[in-house]
């Protein structure tokens, strides 16, 4: 009889333990949550996270997530030291909200005008509180214009080298839209959390789903592979000539699908992974001393005097993937398939 009340005791307190971490636990914000056309808002998300009351620069009352604001703010207050001045647009938008001018648009616009231009709600990455649409103020004057603002390079360039010290990354970058789904918005800021991982994501040029490693079928998606392809032959150079060489550049003229790759004998017998990579391109080297360029023209590369760089060279070649590091490594860089 004792053992069992204290059974029940012992159980009764484990619990309340147990309830005690679930509640810090659910507190506590995933910064780098992914929502974007194919990834949904988690469905606890709204009542997770905390938002604050605030004024977008048309006075119009808006929330947006507590620690995304105080950081804006850090990051407003530097840029007026440049003399920037960015002011709030549109920042948190509830699922609801997103329901309702999808609706309403789907009744002024037509069904196919809506699918092009509103994002489904649920997955827009609005819904976080974490997004931040911004615009400028020049002269007493507001830019919110989309084609203003993608004109404005030079206030830009300075709004964007200070993002990841707020712990903010551009979120949808320049000719990255077939991994993002959207083109070039340089208002769309994205707090994820942590400056460290937002110059990470700066310093190394990735989207955002690069970054998290969410690139399922990495060989229809060009712009993820052409990156992948670029860094690795990068690494790869470096690592060949040491400091030989003092530059690369590559123009990649194919990667090959997973459905050529089935068509392609060779490529078949070697029985590629899902995530490795057939390319086909062409590089040029620069060399750092005259002694090198006598190696790499024996190669097959042409050295221009005038421009100092070995050119020509072709080369077919599979990166290889590797899912514990997720990393790549070059496993083939030969003449021929
Ligand atoms: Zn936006």
Not at 202 to 216: A, H, M, P, V
Request: proline share 1%.
């Amino acid at each position: 009889m004792k053992k069992i009340f204290l059974g029940i005791i012992v159980t009764g307190f484990s619990l309340l333990l147990l309830t005690g971490c679930n509640k810090t636990e659910e507190k506590k914000l995933d910064y780098l949550v992914l929502v974007n056309k194919y990834s949904q808002l988690p469905d606890d998300w709204e009542e997770k996270v905390e938002l604050v009351d605030t004024k977008n620069a048309w006075d119009e009352d808006i929330k947006i997530e507590k620690e995304t604001y105080d950081n804006y703010l850090k990051l407003k207050k530097d840029l007026e030291k440049d003399g920037v001045t960015i002011e709030l647009d549109s920042v948190y938008r509830s699922v609801k909200a997103q329901q309702n001018l999808w609706d309403s648009w789907t009744v002024e616009k037509g069904i196919d005008y809506v699918r092009k231009y509103v994002a489904v709600p649920g997955y827009s990455e609005h819904h976080t509180g974490l997004a931040v649409d911004i615009c400028l103020r020049k002269d007493g004057e507001l830019e919110y214009e989309n084609d203003d603002m993608i004109a404005d390079r030079e206030t830009f360039a300075k709004v964007h080298a200070k993002l990841a010290d707020y712990g903010f990354i551009l979120r949808y970058l320049e000719n990255r839209d077939d991994i993002t789904g959207y083109a070039y918005e340089p208002w769309h800021l994205r707090y994820v959390g942590s400056s460290e991982i937002a110059k990470e994501i700066k310093d190394k040029n990735l989207t955002f789903e690069e970054y998290l490693g969410q690139i399922e079928d990495i060989k229809d998606n060009k712009a993820a592979a052409k990156y992948r392809i670029e860094k690795t032959l990068q690494d790869y150079f470096k690592e060949t000539y040491g400091d030989k060489i003092s530059n690369s550049r590559f123009n990649i003229t194919k990667i090959y699908s997973s459905e050529e790759e089935k068509e392609l004998s060779s490529l078949k017998e070697m029985n590629l992974g899902k995530k490795d990579i057939a390319f086909e391109v062409t590089y040029q080297l620069q060399p750092s001393n005259d002694k090198v360029i006598l190696e790499l023209t024996e190669n097959d590369g042409e050295y221009n005097k005038d421009f100092g760089w070995v050119t020509n060279i072709s080369r077919v070649g599979i990166l290889k993937y590797n899912d514990k590091t997720n990393s790549y490594t070059i496993d083939k860089f030969e003449n021929n398939f």
